[in-house]
């Protein structure tokens, strides 16, 4: 069974950075993408970044600049490091798998992780 465990979230200050992590049983090979969402109650699932396996990465525009998403393939994990926090980033950040897994083409999510940005 396929597992992807998210960490490392938690209550930070406005301005204040975090790092989530993003660690899946799926190995390497297989990963095709590697991505964090984010979602806030009775809100859809929103894209916040993306990383290929040739480490090519998109990132949503309201991200863009503050959020870097990077990944460790010795380690099947993807990163999420988050700078320059903002409220309106308080939400569940959940972590997606893209992966060949017995010959087709997979999407896994994670349990996700709370983000809350407060002073």
């Known amino acids: 069974q396929v597992q992807v465990v998210e960490s490392g979230g938690g209550l930070v200050p406005p301005g204040g950075s975090l790092r989530l992590s993003c660690t899946t049983s799926?190995?390497?090979?297989?990963?095709?993408?590697m991505g964090w969402y984010r979602q806030t109650p009775g809100e859809e699932r929103d894209l916040v970044a993306l990383?290929?396996?040739?480490?090519?990465?998109n990132y949503a525009d309201s991200v863009k600049g503050r959020f870097t998403i990077s990944r460790d393939s010795t380690k099947n994990t993807a990163f999420l490091q988050m700078n320059s926090l903002k409220p309106e980033d308080t939400a569940v950040y959940y972590c997606?798998?893209?992966?060949?897994?017995?010959?087709?083409?997979?999407?896994?999510w994670g349990q996700g992780t709370q983000v809350t940005v407060s002073s």
């Open positions: 997606n798998v893209q992966a060949f897994v017995g010959g087709v083409l997979r999407g896994y």
């Open positions: 799926v190995t390497n090979f297989n990963i095709r993408v």
């Open positions: 990383i290929s396996s040739g480490d090519t990465t």
